[in-house]
């Protein structure tokens, strides 16, 4: 592949350049004007993110591989990659809802009709609506195809009733990807028994109850469904095809291509962290072990960004990322929590300190994203069904039984 850019891309990045130059310090003083220990999750937090969102979208900076026909900007490879590296080096927080333009919106580009197209498309751009994920179930997690959430045909509507849980986002999302069962012969495959719908989070029936993590935020919750109707006219592709689209679904999802520049970036702040803390009189960049650490995360990062713009590439070539974007996402999330297993290290006692604390360092910003880190080697599938997937998809090694 050649990175080089062409006079488009650096037409593309020096238009960016110059929107970012204007608009970070508008965007820096609005969000500093939140309180210290405000939760991710308050009104102050969501209002600041939904007019974010609405700056950049006006810009044309959301959805910006998207094709053109559906309000994207149709970027190359390379400007979805410049727009990433820039966000990411100047830390500028994303939009609204990264899961209706990251997940539900290609899902529904790739499998959906026109109508729910032209429906649901033009909203998840402009962050009027957004959308949260209903698949995993107390009993069915790895094992989603043990999913036990029923949706039975009524008239013009299916009926749903269950359970779903670790619903990111499920108290403020207006729409949700659901993955319900639709046949109940239990002779039937598992994985044809399962229909994919586009659910309305404020229809009657649909209860969402607040998790609240380690971490103090309650980012997720549990959904209860209790007869919730859904227009047949909202289902995803046929009736029992369900289990594929949400594959598809799960392949955007890992193939997150800007993950591996957030660790880059992450890796910014700690070389920081390890310039201003001192260790026997000498600051713990000097220390060659703390170098060497540093250095390994630097290449492994760099090792995630090439694998992540090979799942880019097939996006853009109008394929599905693939489950090649499992090795991406594996690397990355586990290079993630090393790397902020370390800062831990680099700031000792200090790491005790959270949000809030007199003498935190950054105001407990390692502690907590810390703590946050344990849960990415869990959510879009844990690193052992990440690598069942490498093994078996990618490797064509035999599926394991004991
Ligand atoms: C931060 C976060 C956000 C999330 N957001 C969402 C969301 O928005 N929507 C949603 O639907 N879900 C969400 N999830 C749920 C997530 O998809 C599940 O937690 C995940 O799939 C694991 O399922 P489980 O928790 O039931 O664990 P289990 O499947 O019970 O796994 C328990 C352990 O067994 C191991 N294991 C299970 N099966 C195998 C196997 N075949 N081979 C080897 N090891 C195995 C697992 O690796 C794990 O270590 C989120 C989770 C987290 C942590």
């Not at 990440?386 to 093994?391: D, G, L, M, P, T």
């Amino acid at each position: 592949m050649d990175f080089s850019l062409s006079p488009q891309e650096e037409a593309f990045k020096k238009e960016l350049d110059d929107w970012l130059d204007k608009n970070l310090a508008e965007m820096r003083q609005r969000r500093g004007r939140q309180p210290m220990n405000a939760d991710m999750e308050s009104d102050e937090a969501q209002e600041f993110t939904r007019w974010w969102h609405k700056k950049l979208h006006d810009a044309g900076y959301i959805g910006i591989a998207w094709p053109k026909e559906y309000g994207g900007r149709g970027a190359t490879i390379m400007e979805q990659v410049i727009f990433n590296e820039e966000m990411a080096k100047r830390r500028a927080p994303p939009g609204v809802g990264g899961l209706g333009v990251g997940w539900a919106g290609p899902t529904i580009m790739a499998a959906g009709s026109e109508e729910q197209k032209k429906r649901f498309l033009p909203k998840i751009l402009g962050g009027d609506e957004v959308w949260c994920q209903a698949f995993s179930e107390p009993e069915a997690g790895s094992d989603l195809a043990n999913s036990q959430t029923r949706a039975v045909e009524d008239g013009d509507d299916y009926v749903v009733n269950g359970q779903k849980v670790w619903t990111t986002g499920g108290m403020r999302a207006d729409w949700a990807i659901l993955l319900a069962k639709t046949d109940f012969d239990p002779n039937t495959p598992r994985h044809r028994s399962f229909s994919y719908f586009l659910m309305d989070m404020h229809a009657p029936g649909v209860t969402v109850r607040p998790l609240r993590e380690m971490t103090g935020n309650a980012a997720f919750g549990e959904t209860f469904l209790d007869n919730v109707r859904i227009p047949k006219n909202l289902m995803v592709g046929p009736k029992n095809g369900g289990w594929y689209i949400s594959m598809g679904t799960l392949e955007f999802e890992r193939s997150n291509s800007s993950s591996a520049i957030q660790s880059l970036n992450t890796i910014t702040s700690l070389i920081e962290l390890a310039q201003k803390t001192e260790r026997n009189g000498h600051p713990l960049s000097k220390d060659p072990l703390t170098r060497q650490k540093i250095a390994q995360f630097y290449i492994e990062s760099n090792v995630g960004k090439y694998i992540g713009l090979r799942a880019l590439t097939r996006q853009l070539r109008g394929q599905t990322p693939g489950p090649e974007s499992s090795v991406g996402s594996l690397l990355a999330m586990e290079l993630g929590q090393r790397i902020e297993d370390f800062a831990m290290y680099l700031e000792g006692p200090y790491s005790q300190l959270v949000r809030g604390s007199k003498h935190a360092i950054n105001n407990g910003m390692w502690p907590r994203s810390f703590l946050a880190s344990r849960g990415r080697t869990i959510m879009t599938g844990t690193s052992e069904i990440k690598r069942n997937i490498i093994a078996q998809r990618t490797l064509g090694l035999p599926r394991y039984t004991t």
